[in-house]
């Protein structure tokens, strides 16, 4: 199972990025996709959910009408659409896949935001 992170990077307040989350090794379209950030010290938390459906999502309540989730099954990818960013953005973003059914859990290998004049 792989979960291949792409699309950080640096970017100045107010900004824009997308990033992208593909998947291989796993039938898609029946694990939920997260997005989850973490900065150093800190413990890795939940910034966005859509369900194995996607109809369902849920954000973190500090990114909420900033970032979209979305995900196209057919490519077996997840996005987080990223504006309005701030310094409090900055940190390592991680793409999760949790298959309830299975009792599995992936992890990708994390992409760098950078938010900084």
């Known amino acids: 199972v792989q979960l291949v992170e792409s699309g950080g990077g640096l970017v100045q307040p107010g900004g824009s990025l997308r990033l992208s989350c593909a998947a291989s090794?796993?039938?898609?379209?029946?694990?939920?996709m997260s997005w989850y950030r973490q900065v150093p010290g800190n413990e890795r938390e939940l910034v966005a959910r859509?369900?194995?459906?996607?109809?369902?999502?849920a954000y973190l309540g500090a990114v909420k009408g900033r970032f979209t989730i979305s995900r196209d099954n057919a490519k077996s990818t997840v996005y987080l659409q990223m504006n309005s960013l701030k310094s409090e953005d900055t940190a390592v973003y991680y793409c999760?896949?949790?298959?309830?059914?299975?009792?599995?859990?992936?992890w990708g290998q994390g992409t760098q935001v950078t938010v900084s004049s």
């Open positions: 999760n896949a949790w298959g309830r059914a299975y009792g599995l859990n992936f």
């Open positions: 090794g796993v039938t898609f379209s029946r694990y939920d």
């Open positions: 859509v369900l194995s459906d996607g109809g369902n999502t």
